[in-house]
Every structure is written in C-alpha cells, then in structure tokens.
C-alpha cells in the first residue's frame, strides 16, 4: 500500500515537471517569434526609409524631360573648369580649380537651368549660349540623361550631361578636380575651345 502510495506521487511530479517544461518552451518559441517579427519589422522599415531618402534625392529624368526641372532647382556649386584656353598649357585640355575661369554659380528653377548672363542655359525647348537658341534632342546612356543640340554643329554647339547620385562620371579628372558620385551632378560641354563645366548639387 506504501509502494503504491509512492508509486502515484513519483507520476504526478513527473507529469507537472512535463507541463513546466512544455509551458518554457512554449514561451521560449513565443519570445523567439516575438523578436523575429520585430526585427524583421525594423530592417523593413529601415529599408523603406532607406528607399525613400533615395528617391527623394534622384533627379526625376521624366520631368526634366517634360521641361520641369523642379527635382534639381536650387543653386550648384562649381568644382572645375575644363577647357583649351583656360590653363598656360597651349593646345592641352585639362581641368582647372581656378575660380576666375568659372562662371556664376548654377541656378536652376522649376522652368530652367542658367549659369550666368552671358552664359549657357537651357530651357523646355532651346539650349541658349548667350542670345542664340538651338533646339536639342534628349538621349539616354549608362544612367546619364543628355541634352544635346540638334542640327549642324557648330561654334555655338552644346550638351548638358545630368549625372544623378550613384552614377560615376564618364570624364577623367586631373589637377585637383575630381568625381563626387554621392551627388546629383551637372556637366556643361560648349563646341567653343571644347570647354566643360562641373557642378554638383548643393
């Protein structure tokens, strides 16, 4: 009778100690999947704010292409001239850092790009190098949107190189100027003496 006594509480501890077991690692799995979920939630929020800090900062090539210039308007700061005649080295194109070869600086509106007075600027229709105005096609290559006069080339020949962040420029760099690929950059090349303008987005 003893034994058998013994023998039924030896079962009951038994099966509590189950049931504290199956309940630990019931909540052990619930705190797991709790902490998954969360985690998962974080790194997708991070990645969709990640995500929208990105388009936020492109330039939109549609709308540039439609004449609205609002994803780039503001003032562009100036990293370099390039150009023939703007360094001692005759005959010789290279880059300068020389600010009295530049022109003002970039001013973009929602209607258009200028540089300054006298210079090159651009709107919906026509590319302008001073007064005269030229018609210009948009062509697409390597992620870089193009402006280009259209017609026979002349002195007055232009083209307008939009560079949006994450693309590398296509020009080689020397005497202090360099890329900045983390940026929206603007490049302005002129028929006349093969000069080239580099502006980056403030």
Known sequence: MVIRKYQLLFISLLLMG?????????????????????????????????????????????EIQAGDYSSLAGDWEEKGAHGAHLVDLPG???????????????????????????????NKSKIFWG?????????T???????????????????????????PAHFKFDHGVHDMPSKNRIFIWAKDNDNLWYYVQD
Not at 94 to 109: G, I
Not at 131 to 139: A, L, M, S
Request: with cysteine.
């Open 18 to 62: 189950t049931g504290i077991l199956a309940g630990c690692q019931s909540n052990k799995a619930n705190t797991a999947s709790s902490q998954s979920s969360s985690t998962h939630s974080e790194v997708q929020q991070s990645k969709e704010s990640a995500s929208n800090q990105s388009e936020g900062t492109q330039m939109n090539f549609k």
């Open 92 to 122: 010789k194109n290279r880059w300068t850092r020389d600010s009295s070869f530049y022109h003002e600086p970039l001013k973009v509106t929602d209607s258009g790009i200028d540089t300054d007075p006298t210079g090159l600027s651009m």
């Open 131 to 139: 007064d005269d105005g030229h018609p210009y096609k948009f062509t």
């Open 141 to 167: 290559k390597s992620g870089v949107l193009i402006a280009g006069t259209v017609g026979d080339e002349t002195i007055s020949s232009a083209k307008f190189y939009f560079y949006p962040q994450g693309t």
